[in-house]
């Protein structure tokens, strides 16, 4: 499994997406840029110009058309995918921490952040797709303010009418889009910071990741901790593996926090954990600094890693990741 190196930010990475049917890999950083790369030969394809700050989160919806984006310089952008054009920007008060759009690509959800006098918002905007794009509108279907711990992360589950949520506290709810009413709360779902939410394909279940050491699967309807993956280094990022029983997490002690020096220090490797038996399986070494971001081919035929250290990796598995059974036949049923 020879590691793609990608080497277009000159920052550390933000977040990274894959689009739909997995042949482009969409990459945000600190640097102010987004790349768009061929996921099978690392080759890039362009890049987004635009933002004045730190780009923390991307989104590319079903049809690979439209490509929404949230930066620190407090807009949230929406661009075209093939020809790199600013379609659309959207203007907060304080910086967007967090974008992605809803199953059928019509609305797009967005957290900004708690700064300088202004609360944390949800805002969820309707996305015009008629003509070319650029007819949006500057005002939010709804906006509400989650009260107590802020929000980091957030998406839409299948439920219609819904947002799902994760928090600063290590709590992750369900609120009311339209009254942003609080519907469904898990308090204890982490000890610590919310750092990433991926929803499985069919958005019935997503796996989380916690400062606190920990990521988790839950139920979206329920909000119950189905399965839980404890390691000994702060997490900043997990993805579910389609059609196999891993889940990949990434993370890292940041340099500055590191106290020890150990062999291991700082434990930059991707890990690869059994979805059932909730045992680790496998790790994958090459950035030199902690993993900010994973994100897994929704074909399961490969996954991409973003790291402080400014490089993506893409991973395309072998033969062998298929055929290995460390704990015999496991069935998913995705």
Not at 71 to 81: G, H, P, T
Not at 174 to 182: I, P, Q
């Amino acid at each position: 499994m020879r590691p793609i190196l990608l080497q277009g930010h000159e920052r550390s990475l933000t977040q990274i997406k894959f689009n739909q049917e997995g042949d482009l890999l969409f990459s945000c950083s600190k640097d102010h840029i987004i790349n768009v790369w061929f996921s099978h030969n690392g080759e890039r394809l362009g890049t987004y110009h635009g933002h004045n700050g730190t780009v923390w989160t991307i989104d590319v919806d079903a049809q690979s058309r439209f490509l929404i984006s949230g930066s620190a310089d407090n807009e949230m952008r929406l661009w075209d995918v093939q020809t790199g054009k600013c379609l659309f920007v959207w203007e907060f008060p304080t910086a967007v921490k967090r974008v992605t759009f809803s199953d059928d690509d019509d609305q797009v959800v967005c957290i900004t952040e708690q700064r300088m006098g202004y609360q944390g918002a949800i805002r969820i905007f309707h996305i015009n797709r008629d003509g070319d794009g650029t007819q949006q509108s500057l005002e939010p279907v709804s906006m509400f303010h989650p009260i107590g711990s802020k929000a980091t992360v957030c998406a839409f589950p299948y439920m219609p009418g819904l947002i799902l949520t994760g928090h600063e506290s290590g709590k992750i709810a369900l609120f009311d889009a339209r009254s942003g009413e609080e519907v469904l709360s898990n308090e204890r779902a982490h000890l610590d910071v919310v750092t990433d939410l991926q929803l499985s394909a069919d958005r019935s279940y997503f796996i989380t990741s916690s400062k606190d050491k920990t990521a988790r699967i839950h139920d979206a309807k329920t909000l119950t901790v189905l399965k839980t993956f404890q390691t000994e280094t702060p997490l900043n990022s997990a993805a579910l593996a389609p059609n196999m029983p891993y889940v990949l997490l990434g993370g890292g002690q940041e340099a500055m926090s590191v106290t020890t020096t150990s062999l291991r220090q700082g434990k930059f490797e991707a890990r690869f954990w059994h979805r059932v038996f909730e045992e680790e399986v496998g790790r994958v070494k090459g950035h030199f600094g902690p993993l900010n971001t994973i994100a897994v081919h929704p074909a399961g035929t490969a996954y991409a890693s973003g790291g402080e250290d400014g490089f993506v990796r893409v991973h395309h598995f072998d033969e062998s990741y298929f055929k290995a059974r460390p704990y015999g036949e496991v069935e998913i049923l995705d």
